[in-house]
Nanobody
């Protein structure tokens, strides 16, 4: 229940855009909050964005505010992360997560690699 599969990663040049997808098995209506996180080599996993599935209200890390957009398509049980103006500092493995009732990430996908070349 709630199995998550990310896709859409790849190699892009700086300044370009990329859209990541997170397919959720089972009904997304049973999930209150979904999030995106990333982990760069040698660094801890960090928060990127969350979205409340019922309202669409979103929250972003300062490092991506204004460049990344999280969205949800309930008909497809999919959460997206639209990334624009990418920089080499955005290079990381990106993960989606289902949050628990305390708004903590509890289930993770396998991740998708994003590499931004300068």
């Amino acid at each position: 229940q709630g199995h998550l599969v990310e896709s859409g990663g790849g190699l892009v040049q700086a300044g370009k855009s990329l859209r990541l997808s997170c397919a959720v098995s089972g009904s997304i209506f049973s999930i209150n909050v979904m999030g995106w996180y990333r982990q760069a080599p040698g660094k801890q996993r960090e928060f990127i964005a969350t979205i409340i599935t019922s309202s669409g209200r979103s929250n972003y890390a300062d490092s991506v505010q204004g460049r990344f957009t999280i969205s949800i398509d309930k008909s497809k049980n999919t959460v997206y992360l639209q990334m624009t103006s990418l920089t080499p500092e955005d290079t990381a493995v990106y993960y989606c997560a289902k949050h628990d009732i305390f708004n903590r990430p509890m289930d993770w996908g396998q991740g998708t690699q994003v590499t931004v070349s300068s």
